[in-house]
């Protein structure tokens, strides 16, 4: 039998709770979704801060209404967590941003984003950030869903390849990648508050996958996309000039490139 999982759930606890009053770590071996859960939890008027980390999803969700596998062919899990907590914000712009890039800095610095929070190596896709929120009475609770690829997994049925994180981190697991992520994030959740999206600029440029790039919008508009600006929006310079992207349901991606000229042209 495969030995037990160790999340060091105290370890987390202490680190977290002086910046969080009332927080608490859970570890689930199964849950169809640590974000539907939390989200549940939330309506029904749970709103107190929480690290919910499960084994195994067995319905994990992405963005724009996609299904997030995770499911690990060895005994080295792939890390599906939630972190759920009141935040007290006027202006969300930014905020996806900002949480993809404390997950970036806090794992390896060959980590890049792909606009607006996809975690990727290379050209492959290691982890994603789904992020919801539930208003109760006057509060309004975030639910900060985050997948990390730690070993390889299946490439069947993904629209990107996928890229694991022991590619770049050998021991990596998926308790030690918690453990490098879940104080960061707080800290950046908390800076956020504090300072939006606006000083983060420079940062999310330094890890922008797309950047540079010829990239092609889901509604068809095409440029290069040149950054984001103070708000976290994607600046894409095209023949009408420079557009701003905020909508979370364009997707964009990397043209392809050109089909290379016959090497004997007629
Ligand atoms: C994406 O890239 O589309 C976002 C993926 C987010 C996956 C995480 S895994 C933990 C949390 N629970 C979910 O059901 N989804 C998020």
């Known amino acids: 039998m495969a030995a037990p999982v160790q999340w060091h759930a105290e370890a987390l606890w202490e680190a977290v709770s002086p910046l969080l009053p009332g927080f608490t770590v859970e570890i689930l071996p199964e849950i169809d979704s640590t974000n539907t859960e939390l989200m549940r939890r939330a309506r029904a008027g749970q709103l107190e801060p929480v690290l919910l980390v499960a084994e195994r999803q067995t319905a994990g969700r992405g963005?724009?209404?996609?299904?997030?596998q995770s499911e690990s062919h060895?005994?080295?899990?792939?890390?599906?967590?939630?972190?759920?907590l009141p935040l007290a914000l006027t202006d969300w712009s930014g905020l996806s941003l900002a949480?993809?890039?404390?997950?970036?800095?806090?794992?390896?610095?060959?980590?890049?984003?792909?606009?607006?929070?996809?975690?990727?190596?290379?050209?492959?896709?290691?982890?994603?950030?789904?992020?919801?929120?539930?208003s109760v009475g006057d509060a309004r609770y975030a639910v900060i869903?985050?997948?990390?690829?730690?070993?390889?997994?299946?490439?069947?049925?993904l629209r990107t390849p996928p890229a694991a994180l022991c590619e770049l981190w050998p021991e990596a697991t998926a308790p030690l990648a918690l453990a490098r992520v879940a104080l960061p994030l707080v800290q950046a959740l908390q800076a956020f508050v504090r300072e939006g999206f606006a000083p983060l600029?420079?940062?999310?440029?330094?890890?922008d996958l797309l950047y540079g790039q010829e990239v092609v919008c889901s509604d068809g508009l095409t440029g290069m996309a040149r950054g984001v600006d103070a708000s976290g929006a994607l600046l894409v310079h095209t023949d009408q000039g420079l557009k701003k992207i905020n909508s979370a349901?364009?997707?964009?991606?990397?043209?392809?490139?050109?089909?290379?000229?016959?090497?004997?042209?007629v």
């Open 249 to 265: 349901e364009v997707s964009v991606r990397p043209m392809a490139a050109p089909a290379a000229p016959p090497a004997n042209p």
């Open 74 to 84: 060895n005994q080295n899990p792939n890390l599906t967590f939630s972190l759920g």
């Open 145 to 157: 869903g985050i997948g990390i690829n730690i070993t390889p997994r299946d490439a069947a049925g």
């Open 201 to 207: 600029r420079t940062a999310f440029h330094a890890r």
């Open 99 to 134: 949480v993809g890039l404390a997950v970036v800095q806090s794992l390896h610095a060959d980590l890049r984003l792909k606009w607006p929070n996809d975690v990727w190596l290379g050209d492959r896709k290691l982890g994603g950030i789904l992020i919801e929120t539930a």
């Open 63 to 68: 963005r724009l209404g996609r299904d997030w």
